[in-house]
């Protein structure tokens, strides 16, 4: 997408009129030659320009499609996000257009290309998190837009996503209160936004409470690297009891949950855990797994209505972040040894 080019470059390079232009991109070939239908067929091609989304700036009518790419759909998290979305776009007679981009920045954004090609008339996306830029052009193109669960630095682009900030205080407010004395944050690399404010709470909180006599640790780790992440664990096996694994997400707490079981470790004599998303597996395991729930069913509702508000209103203003309330699910998992 070259958000530089405009339809006056292209009737300028092809030697016709703006009109004559406009008319094309709408499909309005009367009186038209094959020859000039041809050169601007050509001249667009050169000039990287997407008449698909860029056209309806110019009245042109509304699909009522809306795109929406997801960025890892063998998360859970992502299946009832996907179903508030649909649920809303059932509602308000919309068709939505799922595209998966496999946390890949160049998938996500080949896939964005093909949604403006089918001429959605907004998109909801749940970033890789290394596609900054090329987000921040399409959203000062004026196309409508909302970056979910995920955002870019500095706000710049409206977003929906969970109060993470919030929601590690208070679960760490809980484990301080329950007296733990050493508290291990588990988390991916911090490639996205999410992960960063989880993490920048922990530590901010650990910092808050260092007189305390409270040891807190992070260990940045790929739960796909098993290796590694059992190192963590024994690790952390080394510093004092009681001693409480915190999971920054629900893949990465599952994992942790397999490596602690390959290695005999027993929940709430050599760990405590807790984690993020509660799903549904967390209250039926043994011991039930204290977590924070987060609703990302209302996560894809509230951004659905957020992108039709944006695609219905004539003027942009201020970039704006909601933030939805997540809530503790206090269970066994947490309770120290006698």
């Given at each position: ?115 403006l090609d089918n001429q959605v008339d907004g998109l909801i996306v749940n970033t890789s998190g290394d596609n900054e830029d090329y987000l921040l052009v399409l959203n000062e ?195 120290i040894k006698p």
């Amino acid at each position: 997408m070259n958000k530089s080019v405009t339809i006056k470059d292209i009737a300028q390079k092809v030697g016709v009129s703006e009109t004559t232009i406009s008319r094309y991109l709408n499909q309005k070939y009367e009186y038209m030659s094959e020859k000039t239908r041809d050169k601007i067929a050509t001249v667009i091609q050169e000039l990287d320009y997407r008449p698909n989304h860029m056209a309806r700036s110019l009245k042109s009518q509304k699909s009522r499609m809306i795109g929406a790419v997801i960025a890892d759909i063998e998360n859970p998290f992502s299946a009832m996000i996907i179903k508030g979305l649909s649920d809303k776009c059932e509602a308000l007679d919309y068709t939505l257009l799922i595209a998966i981009s496999d946390n890949s920045a160049a998938n996500e954004r080949k896939q964005i290309e093909k949604l403006l090609d089918n001429q959605v008339d907004g998109l909801i996306v749940n970033t890789s998190g290394d596609n900054e830029d090329y987000l921040l052009v399409l959203n000062e193109s004026g196309f409508p837009m909302i970056l979910l669960d995920r955002g870019v630095s500095q706000g710049k682009i409206d977003t929906v996503t969970t109060d993470n900030q919030g929601a590690v205080q208070d679960m760490l407010a809980f484990l301080v209160d329950e007296g733990f004395r050493s508290i291990g944050f588990f988390c991916d690399e911090l490639s996205n936004t999410v992960r960063q404010e989880r993490c920048n709470s922990f530590e901010k909180v650990m910092v808050a409470q260092a007189e305390k006599n409270l040891k807190g640790v992070v260990y940045l780790r790929n739960p796909a690297m098993d290796s590694e992440l059992a190192a963590a664990l024994q690790d952390f096996y080394t510093y004092p009891e009681p001693r409480v694994i915190f999971g920054a997400n629900s893949l990465m707490t599952l994992k942790l949950l397999e490596l602690m079981k390959q290695a005999n470790y027993v929940i709430n004599q050599d760990f405590s855990i807790c984690g993020f998303d509660d799903l549904a597996w967390a209250k039926v395991m043994t011991p039930a797994l204290t977590t924070i729930h987060q609703n990302s069913y209302d996560l894809g509702v509230e951004s659905l209505n957020q992108l039709v508000a944006k695609i219905n209103q004539k003027t942009v203003g201020q970039a704006k972040i909601t933030k939805l309330p997540a809530h503790l699910k206090i269970r066994e998992s947490t309770q120290i040894k006698p």
